[in-house]
C-alpha cells in the first residue's frame, strides 16, 4: 500500500426518478488498500460501486483514476474490473475461455494467454480446471473463476460487488481469507461492498460505513469498532447497547438514572446524548466491584460465549461473557469508564431495516438500479 | 407423478390417431402398389423419384430447397435486427411494437397471401403506381421472387418471435461483464450476444425452413407455374393424378430431408461454442 491516491470520488451525487441515491460524496482510495463500502441494503454503496466502475454515471461530481478524469468513460475504456454479484460467468465458455476473455479482447498471442490462465487459476486455486464448463462448477468455484477472469486483465483496481452473498456460511468465512490472501499477492486495490459487518472488518484496511446515500465514518476496522462517530455506526458494526444519557459535566455521565466516570468532555452541561456500550465490556464481577446490577433474564450458549440478558430497572443490557449466568439469579456488572462512547444525538429511526423482508427488497430493489 | 403420467393418456391417444397413424400409412403407401394381385410390396415410388435420366422431381426438390434457403436467409438478415431493436426498446413501446408484428397473424393465412396478389399483380396495386410516376410496369407476380416475397411475409414472425424472447431475457450483467472485460459494443455484440441468441436463432432457421420447404399455398398462389415445389407435386398426386403411392413417396423423401436440416441444426445448438 501506498500513501498516493488511485481513484478520487469528488462531489459524487446520483439520483434515481428523483430519489437521491448518492448525496455529494467524497472519497478517496489509496493505492494497494483493500477498501470496503459497508451499509445497509438500499444505502448507496452499489451505486458508488457502479459509478466507479462506469456502469452508472453521476448527476454531479467526478470520477478521478490516477489523476486523469474517467467520469464519462465506458467500462471498457477504463484500467479497472469487477467481481459481479451473481458472478456473470459466460455459460457458453468454458472456464479457460472465461478467463481468457479479456486478454482475447486485447489480442494477446495465444502462448501468453494459456500462461495467464493457468497462472490465474493458479492464484484461485483451481489449477486444471481448464477445461471444466462454467455451469457444472459449484457457487464457490464460479466464484473463483470470476476472480481470476477478472484479475487476468492485470487492473490496477479490482471492484467487487458483494461476492460472497450467495456461498454459504463456511465458504464464505473460507473466501473472505482467500480473498485478503489474494488481494496482497496481487497487490491490487480491491474496492469491495457488502452489508456484512463481519466480512468488512475481516478483511479490510479501510472501511467506508454509509447510510443513506450518505458517508457515516471512514476508518480502520478497530477505529470504527472501537470509536464509531454516531450511533448509527455503532449499531451497524456489531451488537451495543444504546441508551439516552445527559453529559452532567465533563467526565460525567448520567444513564438509566445513574451517574458514570467516562473519558469524553467538551460537552454542554446536562446536554442530552446517547450512549453506546458493547456488551463485550460489561464484565461479570463479585457485587462490591460493579457498577451496573440487575437480574439476569436470559442465558444463551453462542459457541465462543453467552449471550446473557440483564435487566436493570427498565433497560435490558446484553452481555457477553464466557461464563454462564442462571436466569433469574442476581448478577453484577463493571463497566470501565472508556468502554462508555458518547455521542451527539442522532435520528435513529429507521436507519436500516431490521425486518429481513425488507431488507431483501429494498436488495432486489438496489439490484434493478 | 403418476397422476401426472395418467393425465398424458388422453393426448398419447391422440397423437397415435393422428400423428403415428396416417405417418405410418403414408409409409405405407410409398412402398406398396396396388395390381391385380392385390397389395404388393415396391420400391418403384422412389426408383421414379430418382430416375438421373429423368431428373425433374429431384430438379422440383432442389428449387424447394434453393427456395426455402433464400426465403430463411432473408428472414434471418431481417428479423434479427427487428427482433434486436424491439427487444432494446422501453418495455411499454416493446410490447406494443411487438404486438403490430404479430398482428398480421391474426388474419387468415391465405387471406394475407391474396392480399400480396392484389398488389403484385399485373394491374394491381404496385403497377398502378409505378405507372402514376412514369415507370414501366413490371412482371410481378408468377415469379420465383414473388414466392420468396410471400415466404418472408408469412413466415418472418416466426424468426421473430424466438429471438426476441431470447434477447429480453439476456442477462445483462453478462453484457456488463464483457464491457467491463474491454469489450467495445460492437465486440459484445459478437462474442457475448449473438453466442447466447444461438438457439433462438436456430430454432427460428427451423421454423421457417420447414414451412417454406412444404408450403404449396404460396407458390400456387403467387409463383403460378413458374416455380413448381414439392409440395405441389406431392398435392398434385393425390388431387389430381391419384397416385398416392408416388405422393407418399415424396412425402417420405421430403421428410427424411427435413429431419437431416433439424438434426443438423439440433447439433448445432448443442455445441458449446461458435466463434
Same mark, same amino acid.
Given at each position: ?369 | 407423478?403418476?397422476?401426472? %403420467?395418467? @393425465?398424458? +393418456?388422453?393426448? *398419447? ?5 393422428? =400423428?403415428? #397413424?396416417?405417418?405410418? !400409412? ?39 430447397? %434453393?427456395? @426455402?434457403? +433464400?426465403?430463411? *436467409? ?5 428479423? =434479427?435486427? #427487428?427482433?434486436?431493436? !424491439? ?189
Amino acid at each position: 500500500m501506498t500513501n498516493s491516491n488511485i481513484i478520487e470520488l469528488v462531489n459524487i451525487s446520483k439520483s434515481f426518478d428523483g430519489d437521491l441515491v448518492l448525496g455529494s460524496v467524497n472519497l478517496s482510495i489509496r493505492d494497494g488498500e483493500f477498501i470496503t463500502l459497508l451499509g445497509p441494503s438500499g444505502c448507496g454503496k452499489t451505486t458508488m460501486l457502479r459509478i466507479i466502475g462506469g456502469f452508472l454515471f453521476p448527476d454531479t461530481g467526478r470520477v478521478m483514476f490516477d489523476g486523469k478524469d474517467i467520469t464519462r468513460l465506458p467500462p471498457y475504456q477504463r484500467q479497472l474490473n469487477t467481481v459481479f454479484q451473481k458472478y456473470a460467468l459466460f455459460p457458453f465458455l468454458n472456464v479457460y475461455e472465461n478467463v481468457a476473455f479479456g486478454l482475447r479482447i486485447k489480442k494477446m498471442p495465444e502462448e501468453k494467454i494459456r500462461a495467464r490462465v493457468s497462472e490465474m487459476l493458479e492464484l484461485v486455486n483451481l489449477p486444471g480446471f481448464e477445461k471444466r464448463g462454467v455451469t457444472a462448477l459449484s457457487g464457490g468455484q464460479q466464484q473463483r473463476v470470476a476472480i481470476a477472469r477478472a484479475l487476468a486483465a492485470d487492473p490496477d483496481v479490482l471492484l467487487l460487488d458483494e461476492p460472497l452473498g450467495a456461498l454459504d456460511l463456511k465458504l464464505r468465512k473460507a473466501m473472505q481469507i482467500e480473498l485478503k490472501r489474494i488481494q496482497q499477492q496481487a497487490d491490487i486495490t480491491f474496492v469491495y461492498v457488502t452489508h456484512d459487518q463481519e466480512e468488512a472488518l475481516t478483511m479490510s484496511d479501510t472501511v467506508v460505513v454509509m447510510n443513506k446515500g450518505n458517508i457515516q465514518q471512514i476508518g480502520t476496522p478497530e477505529s470504527v469498532y472501537n470509536e464509531p462517530i454516531n450511533a448509527f455506526v455503532a449499531d451497524f458494526i456489531g451488537e451495543s447497547n444504546q441508551l439516552e444519557g445527559i453529559m452532567r459535566e465533563d467526565y460525567l455521565v448520567e444513564f438509566n438514572g445513574r451517574r458514570y466516570r467516562c473519558v469524553d468532555r467538551g460537552f454542554a452541561k446536562n446536554e442530552p446524548i446517547e450512549v453506546v456500550i458493547r456488551p463485550e465490556d460489561l464484565t461479570i464481577c463479585p457485587p462490591e466491584q460493579g457498577n451496573i446490577s440487575g437480574i439476569v433474564q436470559t442465558c444463551v450458549f453462542m459457541g465462543q460465549n453467552y449471550a446473557i440478558e440483564v435487566l436493570q430497572d427498565d433497560y435490558l443490557w446484553t452481555v457477553h461473557s464466557i461464563y454462564h449466568a442462571a436466569p433469574g439469579s442476581p448478577i453484577h456488572l463493571y463497566l470501565e469508564p472508556d468502554a462508555i462512547h458518547i455521542m451527539k444525538e442522532f435520528d435513529n429511526d429507521d436507519a436500516y431495516p431490521d425486518d429481513p423482508e425488507e431488507e431483501l427488497l429494498a436488495g432486489a430493489e438496489e439490484e434493478e438500479l | 407423478m403418476r397422476g401426472a %403420467r395418467k @393425465a398424458a +393418456y388422453p393426448y *398419447a391417444v391422440y397423437a397415435f390417431t393422428f =400423428f403415428t #397413424a396416417p405417418l405410418l !400409412l403414408i409409409l405405407f403407401y410409398s412402398l406398396t402398389r396396388r395390381g391385380p394381385g392385390g397389395v404388393a410390396f415396391t420400391l418403384d415410388h422412389f426408383a421414379r423419384f430418382f430416375d438421373f435420366s429423368n431428373p425433374q422431381y429431384m430438379k422440383v426438390l432442389w428449387n424447394s430447397f %434453393r427456395i @426455402a434457403f +433464400y426465403a430463411t *436467409a432473408l428472414c434471418l438478415l431481417l428479423g =434479427f435486427p #427487428a427482433a434486436y431493436v !424491439l427487444a432494446n426498446l422501453r418495455p411499454r413501446w416493446r410490447n406494443f411494437f411487438s404486438m403490430l408484428f404479430i398482428l398480421p397473424m391474426w388474419m387468415n393465412f391465405l387471406l394475407r397471401t391474396y392480399a400480396w396478389m392484389a398488389l403484385l399483380e399485373t394491374n394491381g396495386i404496385v403497377n398502378t403506381l409505378l405507372q402514376k410516376i412514369g415507370l414501366p410496369a413490371l412482371q410481378l407476380m408468377y415469379t420465383e421472387r414473388a414466392v420468396v416475397l410471400g415466404m418472408v411475409y408469412n413466415f418472418l414472425p416466426f424468426m421473430i418471435l424466438p429471438i426476441y424472447n431470447m434477447l429480453i431475457k439476456l442477462d445483462n450483467s453478462l453484457l456488463e461483464a464483457a464491457d467491463d472485460l474491454g469489450a467495445a459494443p460492437w465486440q459484445t455484440f459478437v462474442r457475448v450476444t449473438l453466442p447466447l441468441t444461438r438457439p433462438a436463432i436456430f430454432s427460428g432457421i427451423n421454423m421457417v425452413f420447414m414451412p417454406s420447404v412444404t408450403t404449396f399455398v404460396i407458390s400456387r398462389l403467387l409463383g403460378g407455374t413458374s416455380t413448381p415445389l414439392i409440395g405441389d407435386l406431392i398435392e398434385k398426386q393425390f388431387k389430381l393424378v391419384d397416385d398416392k403411392g408416388f405422393g407418399s413417396a415424396m412425402a417420405v423423401i421430403i421428410m427424411v430431408f427435413i429431419l437431416a436440416f433439424v438434426a443438423l441444426n439440433g447439433r448445432n445448438e448443442g455445441e458449446e461454442m461458435v466463434f
